[in-house]
C-alpha cells in the first residue's frame, strides 16, 4: 500500500516536473521575451541570419540563448560576430542599435556580443542596477558611444569587461574599483578621457588591464603596485603625465608592461632591488620623456625579452648590466642621448634578435665581444659618434646578420667587397651619410635577397651596374647624393625577368644621370609608389609608359632638362599626390586630363615654359600662384584670367637649379 502510494507520487512528480520544464522551453519569461524582442528589434541587418530564426516564444531554444534549467531564465546571450565552427570560420556583421531593453533580461550572467562591427548606440545605463548577476560583458569591437555607465560598479560578480574598439568618450567612472571580482578590463582603442581613477589600485583580483589607444590625462595611480597578481599593463597611447610609479616594482606577476608613447618624464624606478619585476618579459617605455640613466640593476629583471627604451632623453652609458639579461631577443635603444662605448657584456647577449642603438652618441669603437652574438639579425648604429673609418670585416662575419643599418658611421673608402659574401645573405643594407668613394660595384646584382639599399648621401662615382636587374626582391632603393652618371634605364629593368616587381620607393635624386627617364613604366615594377629623379641632368621627352606606374603617389622629376609635352599619361595615374615638375623645359598647355588627378595635394610646375589656359576645376585651381608660376604664359584660375586675344600674361624670370 506504502510503496503503491510512493510510487504514485514518483510518478506524479515527474509528470510536473516534466511539464514544468517543458513549458520553460516552450514559453520563456515575459521579460526575457520582451528583452530579447527588443534586442532583435533593434538589429536591421544580420549577415550570419541567427537572429531570423528567433521566432516563437521558447526563447530558451534560440540560437545563441541559454537559460538555467532549473528556473527557465535566460543566462546567457552568446552571437560574438566571429563564428568559428569544426568545418568553418566566418566573420558576421550586425547593423543596428543595441536596445537598452536588453537589459529586461535580468538574470543574464554572460552577454556577448564581441565583434560584431556594427552595433552602434550606448552600453544601457542601467546596465548596473538591472542585470546584477552579470560575469562577461563583451561588447568589443562595435561603434558603441557614449560613457561607460556609472552603475557598472554595482557589477560585483563581473569578472570579464570588454569593451574595446569602439568609440566610447568621457571618463572612467571610479565606482569601477568596487569589481572586486574582474580580473581581466579590456577598454583599449575608445576615446576614453580624462584621468585613471584613483580606485581603480582596488581591482586587485585584476590580471589583465589595457586601456591603450584612448586619450586619457594625468598621472598613473601611485598605489597601482597593489595589484599583486597583474600580468598584463598596457596604459600606452594615451596622454598620461606625470613620473611612472615607483610602486610598479611590486608588481611581482606582471610579466607586460607597455607605457609606451604618452608624456611620461622622470627617470625609471626600478628595479631598486633584486627580484623586483623578475617575471617581466616584455616591457615598453618608448616615447615619452624619460630622463636620467638607466638603471644600472637593469640586469636584474632577468626574464626580460622584449624591451624597448626607444625615443626619450635617457644619457649616460649603457649599463653593463645588460649582459645578464640572457633572454633578451630584442633591444631598441635609439634616440637618446646615451653616450660611451657598447657595453662589451652585451655580447654574452646569445639570444639577441635585434639591436637598435641609432641616433644615440655613441663613441667608437666597437667592441670585438659583439662578434659572439650568432643569433643578431638586424644592427643598427647609424647616427652615433662611432667614427667607425672603415666597415669592421669581423660584423660582416656575423652569422645571422642580414639587416645592416650604420647610417654616419665614418666609414670612409670604397663599398667593402667582403659584403659580397656576408654568412647570412643580406636583406637590407643602409650605409647612407658616409664618405664612401669609388663605384657602385657589379657584385650588387648577386645579393639576391636584397630588399633595401641605401647608399645615399655618400661619393659614389659611377654608372649602375647593369647587374641590378637581377635584384628581384628589390623594394626600396635610394642612391640620393651621389655623384652617379650615365643612365637609369637599368633602375627601371631591375627584376624584369620575374613576374611581381616588388620596388615601391627610388630616390635616385641629387646626382648626374642624363638619360633613361624614356624607360620609366616599360618594366614589370608597376608597384612604384615613390620615384624622385630630381636634381640630374635627364633630359628628353618623359614617354607615355610611366602611365604604367598606377600605384605611383609621389612624382619627382624636378631640376631636370626635360623637354617636350607635359606627359599626358599621368593622368590616369590616379594615387598621385604629389607632382613635381618645376624647373625643367616643358613646353605646350597643361594636359586637361590632370584635372583627373583628385588625390592631387602638391603640384609644382613652376619655371617651365608652359603656355595657354590652366584648365579650370578641381584640384588645378585650388592650388597656389606659386605652382604655376615662372612659364611662359599660363593664364586663368589661380593666375590672371585668360584675355581673350591676349598675348604674354604674368612672366616671371627662369631661376637656376
Ligand atoms: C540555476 O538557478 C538555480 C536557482 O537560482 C541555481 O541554484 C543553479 O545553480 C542554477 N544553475 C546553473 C547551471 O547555473
Ligand atoms: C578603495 O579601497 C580603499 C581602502 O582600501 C577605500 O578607502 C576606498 O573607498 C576604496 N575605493 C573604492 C572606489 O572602492
Ligand atoms: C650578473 O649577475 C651576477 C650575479 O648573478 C653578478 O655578480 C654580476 O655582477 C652581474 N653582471 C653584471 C655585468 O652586472
Ligand atoms: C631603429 O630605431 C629608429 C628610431 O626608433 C627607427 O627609425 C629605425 O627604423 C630603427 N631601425 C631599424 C633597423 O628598425
Ligand atoms: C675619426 O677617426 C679618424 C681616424 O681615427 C681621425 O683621423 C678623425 O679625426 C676622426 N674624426 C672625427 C670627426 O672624430
Ligand atoms: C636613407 O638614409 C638617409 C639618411 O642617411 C635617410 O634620410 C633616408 O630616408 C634613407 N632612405 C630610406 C628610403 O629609408
Ligand atoms: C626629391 O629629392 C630632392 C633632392 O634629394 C629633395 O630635395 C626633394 O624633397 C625630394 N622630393 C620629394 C617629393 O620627396
Ligand atoms: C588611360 O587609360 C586608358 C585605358 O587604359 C587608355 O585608353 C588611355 O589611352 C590612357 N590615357 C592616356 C592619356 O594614356
Known sequence: MASWLLWLIVVFTIITVGKGMQNARQVCHPN????????????????????????GHGCCSWEGITCNETTGRVTGIRLPGFISTNDFVFQSQMRGLLSPSITLVSCLEVIDLGGLIGLAGRIPPSIGLRLPNLRKLYLYGNKLIGPVPDSIGKLTKLEELHLYENRLSGSLPSTMGNLKNLNQLLLYSNELAGTIPDAFTNLTNIVQMDLHSNILTGHIPERIG??????????????????????LANLNS?????????????????????????????????????????????????????????????????????????????????????????????????????????????????????????????????????????????LAE???LSRIYCARCGIQGEIPDFLQATPSPIQELDLSSNHLTGSLPAWLGRLTQLYKLNFSRNSLVSRIPVSVRNLQ??????????????????VFQIGNAFPDGSLTYIDLSDNYFSTGIVQAGVGSQTGIRYLNLSHNFLEGRVATTIGRLKSLQTLDLSCNKLGFNLPEALANVSSLEKLKLQ?????????????????????DLSDNLLAGEIPAGK???????????????????????????????????????
Open 32 to 55: 526575457d521575451l520582451k528583452g530579447l524582442t527588443s534586442f532583435k528589434a533593434g538589429i536591421h541587418v544580420d549577415t550570419s541570419s541567427r537572429l531570423a530564426k528567433w521566432v
Open 226 to 247: 597593489e595589484m599583486q597578481v597583474l600580468e598584463k599593463l598596457d596604459l600606452s597611447k594615451n596622454l598620461l603625465t606625470g613620473k611612472i610609479p615607483l610602486s
Open 254 to 394: 606582471i610579466s607586460e608592461l607597455y607605457l609606451d608613447t604618452n608624456h611620461l618624464e622622470g627617470e625609471i624606478p626600478f628595479p631598486s632591488s633584486f627580484g623586483q619585476l623578475s617575471s617581466l618579459g616584455f616591457l615598453r617605455l618608448d616615447d615619452n620623456h624619460l630622463t636620467g640613466r638607466m638603471p644600472a640593476s637593469f640586469g636584474n629583471m632577468v626574464s626580460l625579452q622584449r624591451v624597448s627604451l626607444a625615443n626619450n632623453r635617457f644619457e649616460g652609458v649603457i649599463p653593463s648590466s645588460l649582459g645578464n639579461l640572457s633572454a633578451l631577443k630584442e633591444l631598441y635603444l635609439s634616440g637618446n642621448l646615451l653616450s660611451g662605448q657598447i657595453p662589451e657584456s652585451v655580447g654574452q647577449l646569445s639570444q639577441l634578435i635585434m639591436f637598435n642603438v641609432s641616433h644615440n652618441q655613441i663613441q667608437g669603437p666597437l667592441p670585438h665581444e659583439l662578434s659572439s652574438l650568432e643569433n643578431l639579425q638586424t644592427l643598427d648604429l647609424s647616427f652615433n659618434h662611432l667614427n667607425l673609418t672603415s666597415f669592421p670585416q669581423w
Open 398 to 400: 656575423l652569422p645571422s
Open 473 to 490: 626582391y628589390l623594394g626600396v632603393l635610394d642612391l640620393h647624393s651621389n655623384k652617379l652618371t650615365g643612365p637609369i634605364n637599368n
Open 583 to 603: 624647373k625643367n623645359h616643358f613646353t605646350g598647355r597643361i594636359p586637361v586630363g590632370f584635372l583627373k588627378l583628385k588625390r592631387l595635394k602638391e603640384l
Open 619 to 657: 584640384p588645378l585651381t585650388d592650388f597656389p600662384r606659386s605652382s604655376y608660376s615662372g612659364n611662359k604664359g599660363l593664364c586663368g584660375k589661380p593666375l590672371s584670367p585668360c584675355k581673350v586675344k591676349g598675348l604674354l600674361l604674368v612672366e616671371e624670370p627662369l631661376k637656376p637649379c
